[in-house]
């Protein structure tokens, strides 16, 4: 079977460490004198870099600036058919734009097509993020961060039955210790609308007034709160995916509520793809093949219960771990969100797990991206990758979560009757936020709507996204007046997680042209599950 070209796949799912040191590696953000304009210099190959300083709080100007780490892959149009910056956001929260625009600005510019010049495609890490600086960080040195994630509490919240008391504990302390090593008072600086602040203040500095936006996974929230804040500044706003590794278009009036349970209701429906998927395409394709989606079911079931029961240790030359059922569990669900790219390796990893075959079912460790930590002394870059700021921008911009370990307990055993995934979706939200302090009393909680944009938003959503359903993209429709939602046909996060020349049409038609899909639109996608001989 040949594979349908694919000519813009970008993955929600945030860029590894040692990508990001890469990037870092590649030119010296350090060097760059932070600065009020835009004052741009050749980097990384084809692009442009600057440093931009922007007040920590619009409001108060006396309280400092941070810099943002702004990148763009420059149009070359004339002044007369120059359209001005597209901005986009990959997703996280805390994820490097300039890593991701880096790693997918050419295929940018095949999306749009000829026109492409006319746009300068622009990218920038969020406040607190990655190149930009002050970075969000809670602690002291690398090490310190690797010991703590080793000591952190199972991923799934069905490990044992002290998990949620664990992870409450934990998120205590995670809390006590960020508030405590905020010398510089950034955190609550860190949030959505400040980011949304940014972007128009980015566009400004280009010399345009209103925002030209992509965003996908969490990118969703900041475009829709982007709206929701400056409905008159809006000239285009596709958000796709309505949130990010574990977080989701999102329901951003669930995002600010900390409650992110609807995000789950097509999650199971992303796993029954996979059953489906297997049963069609035979034991050639796919490792884990029975002949009925039901069977394939019972068969994952079966392996379920046999890995809770014994974990399989695994040691190969390229590293080590435990495959127990919190690694099991995660792995089904992060590749849910790029079925089409991971199906297959899932395939062959769950029957290397039957079989007791370790190394064989280290390939799943690819899944999760989980590197062993190592300890670079020599690095000693200002700019070094941290995911502290996630926890800092999700938990610093819901309301404050005071829920006992009985509540949230109940709060979770209601979200396990929407998914058998809420073990992850709860974790990453309430459970983690419960114990966080830091918070803006000014900070926008809402409600994220608006009568009347200045042009119409165009959401997309695909038929079966693990952690931003099609229901939760209705939702930011139905606020939004006159914006229209496009449906792609297939399982992933993020229309980006399959490949569809009809949707990559529609993208360019707003962008270039102010049309819209016409309501109700559905595109398929142009390959299939389980396409590749194992």
Not at 88 to 100: A, C, L
Not at 308 to 334: H, K, N
Not at 506 to 512: K, N, S, V
Request: net charge negative; hydrophobic share 40%; aromatic share 10%.
């Amino acid at each position: 079977m040949i594979l349908p070209s694919r000519p813009f796949l970008l993955s929600a799912i945030l860029l590894s460490p040692i990508l990001a040191a890469r990037a870092a590696d590649t030119f010296p953000w350090d060097q760059l004198t932070p600065s009020p304009d835009l004052n741009w210099v050749q980097c990384y190959s084809i692009f442009q870099c600057t440093r931009l300083e922007v007040p920590f709080d619009y409001s108060d100007p006396n309280v400092g600036t941070a810099a943002l780490a702004v990148i763009r892959l420059p149009g070359n149009a004339s002044d007369e058919q120059y359209r001005g910056p597209i901005l986009f956001n990959p997703g996280g929260p805390g994820g490097s734009g300039v890593d991701s625009l880096v790693a997918n600005g050419p295929s940018f510019q095949t999306v749009l097509g000829s026109q492409s010049n006319q746009f300068d495609l622009v990218s920038f890490d969020p406040r607190g993020v990655h190149y930009s600086t002050p970075v969000a960080s809670f602690f002291a040195t690398d090490v310190e961060r690797a010991l703590w994630n080793a000591g952190a509490p199972p991923t799934s919240l069905n490990q044992s039955s002290d998990a949620i008391t664990h992870a409450w504990g934990q998120a205590h302390l995670l809390g006590a210790l960020a508030a405590q090593r905020d010398a510089s008072q950034i955190l609550k600086y860190l949030t959505t609308d400040n980011v949304a602040r940014d972007m128009l203040l980015i566009t400004q500095k280009f010399g345009f007034e209103k925002l030209q936006y992509y965003g996908i996974s969490y990118g969703t929230v900041l475009g829709a709160t982007f709206a929701a804040m400056f409905p008159d500044k809006v000239e285009r706003i596709l958000i796709d995916g309505a949130s990010s590794l574990n977080f989701c278009v999102v329901d951003a009036e669930a995002w600010f509520s900390a409650n992110l349970t609807i995000e789950a209701s097509d999650t199971d429906k992303a796993l029954q793809t996979f059953f489906d998927g297997c049963a069609a395409a035979g034991p050639d394709l796919c490792a884990f093949y029975k002949p009925t989606a039901a069977e394939i079911a019972d068969r994952l079931t079966a392996l379920t219960a046999s890995i809770r029961a014994q974990p399989i240790p695994i040691l190969t030359p390229a590293g080590y771990g435990v495959a127990d059922y919190s690694f099991l569990r995660r792995v089904l669900f992060e590749s849910l969100y790029n079925p089409f790219t991971l199906f297959p390796t899932l395939a062959q990893g769950l029957a290397a797990l039957e079989a007791r075959d370790g190394a064989t079912a280290a390939k799943l460790f690819a899944i999760v991206q989980e590197p062993q930590f190592q300890c670079d002394c020599s690095n000693n870059t200002a700019f070094s990758p941290t995911d502290d700021s996630t926890v800092a921008i999700q938990c610093g911009d819901a309301v404050e979560v005071t829920d006992s370990i009985e509540e949230l307990t109940e709060f979770y055993q209601n979200a396990a009757r929407t998914s058998q995934f809420a073990e992850f979706l709860v974790g990453s939200g309430r459970v983690s936020c419960s114990g966080w302090q830091v918070y803006r009393e000014d900070r926008f909680k809402g409600p994220v709507a608006a009568a009347n944009t200045s042009f119409p938003l165009m959401l997309v959503t695909t038929t079966a996204d693990p952690v931003a359903p099609k229901a939760a993209a209705l939702k930011t429709q139905a606020r939004f007046p006159g914006s229209v939602l496009l449906t792609q046909d297939s399982p992933g996060h993020t229309s980006l997680s399959g490949s569809s020349l009809c949707t990559f049409g529609h993208f360019r038609e707003y962008f270039l042209n102010g049309i819209l899909p016409p309501p109700g639109t559905v595109c398929p996608v142009d390959e299939t599950l389980f396409w590749c001989p194992r």
